[in-house]
């Protein structure tokens, strides 16, 4: 299964979707992150420790990709229309990440609208969710469904211990913190639901 996380704004938790949803998918078969951003997010991250999966940039994904059963891609943000259409028709399932306020909500709105016209299978995953008595997480849900979109059950919460796996280099269930088992649920269950 080729997965790719995307997102037309930055700073929504796609480095750290991608990561996540290749350690879940690691637990079931073989695994390679290709980090496609820019930024080399994923690769810094796995220099600074051990994570459980292979991470390539695009240059060695070419030749690793025939070696594993699924393959997650993280993307630069915002790509442009050429660029979308190659995600989009290369990936089994596209998953954009976003967070729950309204400049978020919107340019994942403008994603999806360039994604119709291209009839792809896609999926929105509400992350950074900030904790209750705060509804902006639920709002944003019932938002987007009730514009027919297709969104993950689950949703990413924005908890501290995410940075830290990040600083540790390793998957936030590696990480001694009793935040880090609630983080990493959310994580498993997206996963749960892609493997459906």
């Not at 690769?43 to 459980?52: I, V």
């Not at 229309?81 to 306020?101: M, N, Y």
């Not at 600083?167 to 498993?188: F, H, M, T």
Request: hydrophobic residues 45%; aromatic residues 6%.
């Amino acid at each position: 299964m080729i997965i790719t996380v995307a997102a037309f704004k930055g700073g929504v938790g796609k480095s750290t979707t991608a990561l996540h949803l290749a350690t879940y998918l690691q637990n079931k078969a073989d695994t390679l992150l290709v980090d496609g951003d820019l930024n080399r997010s994923a690769l810094d991250w796995s220099n600074r420790g051990c994570l459980p999966f292979k991470v390539a940039d695009e240059a060695q994904a070419v030749s690793l990709a025939k070696l594993y059963e699924h393959i997650v891609i993280d993307t630069p943000a915002k790509p442009d229309a050429d660029e979308l259409k190659t995600l989009a028709k290369g990936c089994d399932l596209l998953v954009i990440p976003t967070t729950p306020d309204a400049i978020a909500l919107a340019a994942t709105l403008q994603m999806v609208e360039s994604l119709q016209k291209l009839k792809t299978n896609y999926r929105i995953l509400l992350t950074l969710i900030p904790p209750l008595p705060n509804k902006a997480g639920e709002e944003a849900r019932t938002t987007l469904l009730s514009a027919g979109l297709p969104v993950f059950q689950s949703g990413i919460r924005r908890l501290a211990v995410f940075q830290r796996a990040a600083l540790e280099g390793v998957p936030v269930n590696a990480v001694k913190d009793s935040y880090a088992q609630i983080a990493w649920r959310c994580y498993a269950e997206a996963g749960k639901e892609i493997l459906k």
